[in-house]
């Protein structure tokens, strides 16, 4: 069976590519496994500074096989993350500590709004058109929607789209704040790498320790974030990383960070 997800290393980047284009990049299970398994290799790998999810093919995603995926919903739900693995949906109390950059493109339903959602920068393609159908399909968004779209869009923005399953285009999500970029499709990747790129070049522990610290906020308190702070001000002064900044700034020369 051909891979369904695709790895890729470039420099510092895990490019990983949904690869079911015959199928509009349906999530099948065997998708959705590799897809978990590509997550915790970018969460392990120390060299892997940055991930850049994108779709083979002429879609991002008509969003879940449900002929395949429904039959394994169990009475706990669906059990997807095999050993090594982490839900790129982050809905089971464990983030991913790399910045994730998506490229999406004509269709993108549902766990595909999701995986957009749980990412940090989102480029699409000014052919996207994008739909949260789960209510036409008789169940609720699992993967995150219900939760972080309210926040990302606004509760009326998020419900208008949720509560209908009608679909919206890319220049809809990037008014409501969905999308950061709308670029010309077949272009959507190369920026997205861009910006992964950019991203990439900064002090990994202090991009990891913005990115856990925003998280922290939103997932427990701003009092909860604003504890940690200052602890993490004194681990990150005292890093090598921050000394390369200091030595580059005095220097006026680019920082060579080793993330350490």
């Known amino acids: 069976m051909a891979e369904r997800?695709?790895?890729?290393r470039g420099g510092h980047l895990l490019l990983i590519g949904l690869n079911r284009p015959q199928k509009r990049n349906a999530a099948d299970f065997a998708m959705l496994q590799e897809l978990c398994l590509a997550y915790g290799e970018l969460d392990r790998d120390p060299d892997l500074r940055v991930g850049v999810v994108y779709a083979h093919g002429?879609?991002?995603t008509g969003g879940l096989d449900l002929g395949d995926v429904a039959p394994r919903i169990g009475?706990?739900?669906?059990d997807l993350v095999p050993e090594g693995g982490l839900n790129p949906w982050q809905v089971e109390g464990e983030f991913q500590r790399k910045p994730v950059v998506i490229a999406v493109q004509g269709m993108c339903l549902t766990l595909g709004i999701e995986l957009a959602l749980a990412s940090d920068v989102v480029v699409a393609a000014d052919s996207t058109v994008f739909g949260q159908i789960e209510?036409?399909?008789g169940i609720l968004p699992f993967g995150g929607a219900t939760i972080r779209f309210p926040r990302a869009v606004g509760w009326g923005n998020a419900m208008r789209w949720?509560?209908?399953g009608d679909s919206f285009d890319a220049a809809e999500a990037h008014r409501m704040g969905l999308v950061q970029e709308v670029v010309p499709?077949?272009?959507q990747l190369e920026r997205a790498r861009a910006i992964a790129t950019r991203i990439a070049t900064q002090a990994p522990l202090a991009v990891q320790a913005t990115l856990a610290?925003?998280?922290e906020a939103i997932r427990d308190s701003d009092a909860r974030?604003?504890?940690?702070?200052q602890p993490e001000l004194v681990r990150l002064a005292s890093s090598e990383d921050a000394a390369e900044g200091m030595r580059a700034f005095v220097a006026r020369d680019e920082p060579d960070f080793r993330g350490r």
């Open 5 to 8: 997800v695709t790895i890729d």
């Open 58 to 60: 002429d879609h991002f």
């Open 75 to 78: 009475a706990n739900g669906l």
């Open 135 to 137: 209510v036409q399909r």
């Open 162 to 164: 949720m509560l209908t």
């Open 185 to 187: 499709h077949g272009t």
């Open 213 to 215: 610290n925003a998280r």
């Open 225 to 229: 974030a604003e504890q940690q702070l």
